[in-house]
């Protein structure tokens, strides 16, 4: 019985002493899935597997468990494509980081989901002597830096995954904001609208005025609409949300939420909102009811409990439809046609196509003269044609088979606002 009694103090004793060494020598960082610095850490462990060779690479001799995390991005055209990228799964792997070993612990509770989301909750805790506890806030700069440096001098586009935003597919390249031709006077109007905007914040703060901002952008389709907000976003080092209305699982609390916490520096982008509102009523094109109500739109857009610091895009090819109340003043606080292509916007465009094709400078101006004239002669019968067929033209053709080309793809369409 002593011998029994013995061994079990001892066992307590070591049990106890072990504990107490642990939280003198040890110290442990938990990251869960709520937190940005959880998939910056991941996205870390990946690059350092990938990129590190395996003399010195400790991931590939010690992380036996991975998961694979698959990005798709799906094109307006019906294309898509899909990336694959391997980081370290649920379990115990091993690494060193500027000469201290860490342990990495990657837990995963399956018996309860995110409400919103329906992902389950997820940790991954790091763990090394407490003398190396400094090492932490280095190595997740690092992690934030590494994904950082993947999006600089790039445009990020987010979508909603739940009640959160998700970077969709890889940051796109920046689009110079010349690069699109609006009607002259278009462009500037709204880009010196919003960066009043942006340097107003303490006015708006003084007089009480909620400091938010909508635009609603109408027209035909191929105006473009769509590539000036992208362009716009970029010279301005905005990243952009897309808000699809009539997404299945939407609805009015998740709107208000989504649209309260938007990323910094970005925005809203909602396109075809006729399309998910005709006249107060919810619809979409294949006879699905969204599950976002009118008013509850309104209350996000501009209701008691929408956010600020907010900048919202709106863009529709039927102004005719929209309800009075969505395009008041608070709600859209600026509107502007983006039009068919105008004499003057086609002729920039053919100008900016072709002036490096070799063709002398006198030929150039005869051809652009040629298209400016026989858009004035068709725009006077009644015809129109979008900057995206010109677009699609000037790319499949030399100079001068554009011009003789154009004059088939116009087509019958009133010239908005006459």
């Not at 709520?34 to 998939?39: G, I, L, N």
């Not at 010196?192 to 007089?207: G, I, M, P, T």
């Not at 027209?219 to 905005?238: D, E, H, N, R, V």
Request: include cysteine; charged fraction near 25%; hydrophobic fraction near 40%.
């Amino acid at each position: 019985m002593g011998l029994g009694v013995g061994l079990t103090v001892l066992r307590q004793g070591v049990v106890l002493g072990s504990t107490a060494m642990r939280r003198r020598l040890l110290v442990s960082l938990e990251i869960n899935n709520k937190d940005r610095a959880y998939e910056w850490f991941l996205a870390w462990m990946a690059h350092q597997t990938a990129h590190v060779p395996k003399s010195n690479s400790l991931f590939g001799l010690r992380s036996h468990q991975l998961s694979v995390e698959t990005q798709v991005e799906q094109r307006k055209n019906g294309s898509s494509s899909a990336l694959f990228k391997l980081v370290a799964g649920p379990g115990i792997h091993w690494f060193k980081y500027r000469g201290a070993w860490m342990q990495v612990r990657r837990e995963r509770e399956t018996r309860s989901m995110q409400l919103m989301s329906g992902t389950p909750w997820e940790t991954v805790t790091l763990t090394t002597l407490s003398r190396d506890r400094s090492l932490f806030p280095a190595l997740l700069s690092e992690a934030r830096d590494l994904a950082m440096h993947g999006q600089e001098g790039k445009l990020v586009i987010h979508t909603a995954w739940g009640i959160d935003w998700r970077p969709f597919g890889q940051p796109r390249q920046k689009r110079p904001l010349q690069s699109v031709v609006l009607t002259p006077g278009v462009t500037q109007r709204i880009e010196d609208d919003v960066k009043s905007f942006l340097n107003r914040r303490q006015w708006y703060a003084d007089r009480g005025i909620p400091y938010r901002r909508g635009y609603l952008l109408h027209g035909p389709p191929g105006s473009g609409k769509t590539s000036f907000i992208q362009a716009l976003a970029g010279s301005l080092s905005y990243d952009i949300c897309l808000l699809n209305l009539s997404e299945r699982g939407l609805a009015d609390d998740k709107l208000i939420h989504l649209l309260s916490n938007a990323p910094e520096r970005s925005f809203v982008l909602i396109e075809d909102v006729d399309a998910a509102f005709n006249k107060r009523v919810q619809s979409s094109e294949d006879g699905y009811q969204s599950s976002v109500t009118f008013s509850g739109f309104l209350n996000a857009l501009d209701g008691v409990a929408s956010g600020e610091e907010r900048i919202i895009f709106m863009t529709t090819n039927h102004l005719e439809k929209l309800d009075p109340a969505l395009i008041r003043p608070g709600r859209v606080d600026m509107m502007e046609l983006i039009d068919d292509a105008s004499p003057a916007q086609a002729r920039t465009l053919f100008t900016r196509f072709y002036e490096e094709d070799g063709l002398g400078r006198p030929e150039l101006e005869k051809l652009a003269t040629a298209l400016e004239e026989i858009v004035v002669k068709e725009m006077a019968l009644g015809r129109r044609i979008s900057m995206a067929t010109l677009q699609g033209l000037f790319i499949r053709n030399g100079a001068r088979e554009a011009v003789d080309a154009c004059r088939n793809l116009f087509v019958a369409r009133p010239i908005i606002g006459q």
